[in-house]
């Protein structure tokens, strides 16, 4: 059975900015809360901030980029998290794009495929309670974590084409998704993911589906809002090359027409609740278990009371 799930749409400065979220996961049908990688305030710091205010929820980060932290750190962060909150948590990791692997590492990495399979090795050994002695072309690890008691972890890695869903389909125990259509879902990245399982001996990883959406209404501009959730992700070249290949013309140099561009290929949905709930079980069709329910464009546009409503609008439509 899908799940539903929501991202916090606000990056939030302070965590009080969090806890509605929190709380909407707590009170409602929602599985988890995600936060994806910001520069302004970490997502474990922030999840753990709600913890403490008493608003304990299942958590994800979808997902953090690999040149900020060592496997060990980030090891260490996730079975904190699930320590604190009780609860499981899904640590997704990506390479992030070229220029930003650059400004931290001093160059891209040669292979993002091979330097990703050694994080998450590493990291997944680590949340299980082994030893890793693994001496690697990025990564090197010959340390083990204290045996606590705590919630699962599970391992997800960021998958926007093939070979990385291939790659997840070996090693991952979850395979995350953002901006990607779920006829590209369907036709390219879950082909690859059951590849890679097949070779690897072991079931499919469970596929989560980050959605970017709005809902239509007086006023409202599509276009505005699809522009407004995802300008930063359609100049990058790994996403308009997985767009382009999902049928999605995307030019980084008209931001308009690739906005009109995401909601022709229902990338962003957008439409009155029916309508976007139905694009959203075009996901769970296409292999997705786990939908999250991205309205970071409502709350930039609208603010985090209308983003609240929105939420609950969508997420009472969907589990009906």
């Known amino acids: ?3 539903y799930s929501i991202l916090a749409p606000v990056v939030p400065l302070r965590a009080e900015q969090l806890l509605p979220y929190a709380a909407l996961v707590q009170w409602s049908a929602a599985r988890r809360l995600w936060q994806g990688q910001a520069t302004v305030s970490d997502p474990h710091q922030m999840f753990t901030a709600a913890a403490v205010a008493g608003f304990r929820v299942p958590v994800g980060t979808g997902v953090t980029l690999m040149p900020l932290r060592h496997p060990l750190e980030a090891a260490l962060q996730a079975k904190s998290l699930a320590v604190t909150t009780g ?35 590493i990291v997944k050994g680590l949340v299980s309670g082994e030893v890793v002695n693994l001496a690697g072309e990025y990564f090197h690890c010959e340390n083990g974590l204290p045996s606590l008691p705590s919630p699962p972890v599970e391992v997800g890695i960021g998958v926007l084409r093939p070979r990385m869903a291939e790659l997840a389909g070996e090693i991952a125990d979850v395979a995350i998704t953002w901006l990607t259509p779920a006829s590209y879902l369907r036709d390219t990245l879950m082909p690859a993911l059951r590849a890679g399982a097949a070779k690897a001996g072991r079931p499919v990883p469970r596929v989560v589906a980050i959605v970017p959406l709005a809902l239509s209404g007086e006023g409202r501009d599509g276009l505005t ?16 090359d997985m767009l382009r290949r999902s049928g999605i013309p995307i030019d980084p140099e008209d931001p308009l027409s690739g906005a009109r561009a995401l909601i022709k290929g229902d990338a962003f949905l957008f439409g009155d609740p029916a309508t976007v709930a139905e694009g959203l079980d075009g996901f769970r069709a296409a292999g997705a278990d786990e939908i999250v329910l991205n309205v970071s464009g409502v709350c930039r546009q609208y603010g985090a009371k209308t983003s609240l409503l929105e939420l609950e609008t969508v997420l009472t439509e969907v589990t009906r």
């Open 1 to 3: 059975m899908t799940e």
């Open 87 to 121: 609860h499981p948590v899904v640590a997704g990791f990506g390479p992030g794009a070229r220029v930003f692997q650059s400004s931290v590492l001093g160059r891209p990495y040669a292979s993002p495929l091979q330097a990703t399979r050694e994080y998450a090795t």
């Open 225 to 240: 809002l699809a522009l407004t959730s995802n300008m930063g992700h359609i100049s990058l070249p790994h996403y308009v």
